[in-house]
């Protein structure tokens, strides 16, 4: 069993940037894809990034590319989610995931485990 706590969240100004973490135990998640998601108000839970198991490969939504960049500390057991360029769109609560399959996985059912979500939000 994994159990990912994600801290960082907050409220931060268009433009700015913001770091969120997410803490795994249990487990390591060296054999774990890792993933990030967003739920937004009113609005389905999207996919935002995935990192493989060696943190080799990275993929992400249209919507964060350039701006967004996933991270893992296999070592700390630890994934990185680094945000800049922060715009109003990105206001929502975001979550990890851990999955025990291989690939690139962008949907939420391919993922195993998930944390319990931190708010942002981001003013204009």
């Known amino acids: 069993q994994v159990q990912l706590v994600e801290s960082g969240g907050g409220l931060v100004q268009a433009g700015g940037s913001l770091r969120l973490s997410c803490a795994a135990s249990?487990?390591?998640?060296?054999?774990?894809?890792m993933g990030w998601f967003r739920q937004a108000q009113g609005k389905e839970r999207e996919f935002v990034g995935t990192?493989?198991?060696?943190?080799?490969?990275?993929y992400y939504a249209d919507s964060v590319k350039g701006r967004f960049t996933i991270s893992r500390d296999n070592a700390k057991n630890t994934v990185y989610l680094q945000m800049n360029s922060l715009k109003s769109e990105d206001t929502a609560v975001y979550y990890c995931?851990?999955?025990?399959?291989?690939?690139?996985?962008?949907?939420?059912?391919?993922?195993?485990?998930w944390g319990q979500g931190t708010q942002v939000t981001v003013s204009s």
């Open positions: 995931a851990a999955a025990s399959r291989p690939g690139v996985l962008v949907a939420n059912h391919e993922y195993d485990y």
């Open positions: 249990g487990r390591t998640i060296r054999n774990y894809a």
């Open positions: 990192i493989s198991w060696s943190g080799g490969n990275t």
